[in-house]
């Protein structure tokens, strides 16, 4: 089957499994347990993961605390920050309509005190600045906004928004997850100050991640959501995951040459768009607006996605919309902020995801599988009627 759901997870590379099992096999100790040569082997492991995570933000290491994935880190960012932030008085929060569950969740689960205001989107998802502007006016502890959406692609002007979070003082918090493996960041630049990382998007192992929270200028101060045996400097308590750890730096030494490689999978999207919207009709979900090189998220009229996923079950592996909330028959939150509630558009949305192993052979025979897929959909229902 061809996989294009690249966005819901990514294979692990063979490269990276290599090292997890080295790891697994050779660093048995618990990596806290520096006092003997074995736990201090695990530590310096787990230390110069540390290193290259935070390299491939522009981090310092210190600056990083392994989690166990993004909605881990989303959480952490904002509980945590929040309960730090409301004994100083700043209780509100501004995010965006179209953020991931864990984000828009954490940020309704707080505490007490916590003002949330949610930012709408425009029909491709894109962000007004003059609305964030003036909402940052009436003063604001923290933005959490995303740097690529998981459903569309979109990506969000992260330089400006932390220009304007620079300017009247507030905290910026941003989910890295989807943009990581096709992007570069620098989260000094973008005067980002937390930032989530997840390993299983960026052909790293599933269960891993990791939160950015910069401990300099200006400090950011975080409570912890876990409490036990204190490690990550407090702030993540529990036995780190060695080999997952492992595991997520490879993948980042893997991601550098590839960032040079990723308006490849961009040109293999675009044949692919431009095939499916001439001979089906498809519209773009957020076509117009900045993309992440890898995702299309299309509606066909009158085409149910499921209907298009049972036809193409064992040939093209996609997502109806995003896998990412578990198997609710739910329309998405994200395209419901584009295009309002109960619209054609929003039911009818799916989400295809290439990657760094999709081929240009894979495009061309998932073009013609769509192609007759909605052309059968649509002469049966022809069929039918008579
Ligand atoms: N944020 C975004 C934008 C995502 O796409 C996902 C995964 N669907 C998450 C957070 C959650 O990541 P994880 O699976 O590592 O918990």
């Known amino acids: 089957t061809i996989y294009l759901d690249h966005n819901a997870s990514t294979p692990v590379d063979e490269k990276v499994i290599d090292k997890i099992v080295a790891a697994m096999r050779e660093l048995p100790a618990n990596p806290s347990s520096v006092d003997h040569r074995e736990g201090a082997a695990a530590s310096a492991a787990v230390e110069e993961a540390r290193e290259r995570v935070a390299k491939g933000i522009n981090a310092r290491s210190a600056d990083i605390i392994f989690v166990s994935g993004a909605t881990e880190a989303n959480n952490l960012a904002i509980i945590g920050t929040m309960r730090a932030q409301n004994k ?11 953020e991931h569950p864990s984000v828009l969740e954490a940020a309704r689960n707080t505490g007490a005190g916590t003002e949330i205001v949610v930012l709408p989107v425009d029909d491709q998802g894109r962000i007004d600045l003059n609305l964030l502007e003036s909402e940052l006016k009436r003063g604001t502890a923290l933005v959490s906004s995303m740097a690529a959406n ?18 009247y003082g507030a905290l910026f918090h941003c989910d890295l997850t989807q943009l990581t493996a096709y992007h570069p960041i620098d989260v000094q630049s973008c005067n980002i100050h937390l930032a989530s990382l997840s390993g299983h998007k960026m052909y790293g192992p599933k269960g891993t991640g990791a939160l950015y929270c910069r401990r300099r200028r200006p400090h950011v101060a975080l409570e912890p959501i876990l409490r036990g045996g204190g490690q990550e400097r407090g702030l993540r308590s529990g036995t780190l995951n060695t080999s997952g750890i492992v595991g997520l730096a490879a993948a980042f030494e ?15 999207r675009n044949a692919l768009e431009r095939r499916l919207v001439q001979e089906t009709g498809a519209f773009v979900n957020g076509g117009e ?3 992440l090189p890898n995702t299309l998220n299309l509606s066909i009229p009158g085409i149910e996605p499921l209907a298009l996923m049972r036809r193409l079950s064992g040939q093209i592996t996609f997502s109806s919309s995003s896998a990412c909330s578990t198997q609710s028959v739910k329309d998405s939150h994200v395209l419901e902020a584009m295009f309002g509630a109960n619209t054609e558009r929003t039911k ?4 295809l995801g290439l990657g760094f192993g999709t081929t240009k052979d894979q495009v061309e025979t998932a073009a013609e599988l769509f192609i007759e897929a909605v052309s059968g959909i649509r002469q049966g229902r022809v069929g039918s009627a008579a």
């Open 254 to 268: 893997l991601r550098e040459p590839r960032l040079k490689i990723a308006a490849n999978i961009a040109d293999l």
């Open 88 to 98: 100083t008085g700043r209780t509100r929060i501004v995010t965006i309509a179209t």
């Open 150 to 167: 998981n459903e569309t692609g979109v990506c969000h002007p992260l330089s400006a928004i932390g220009r304007l979070c620079e300017k």
């Open 289 to 291: 607006a900045d993309r």
């Open 348 to 351: 009818c949305a799916f989400r």
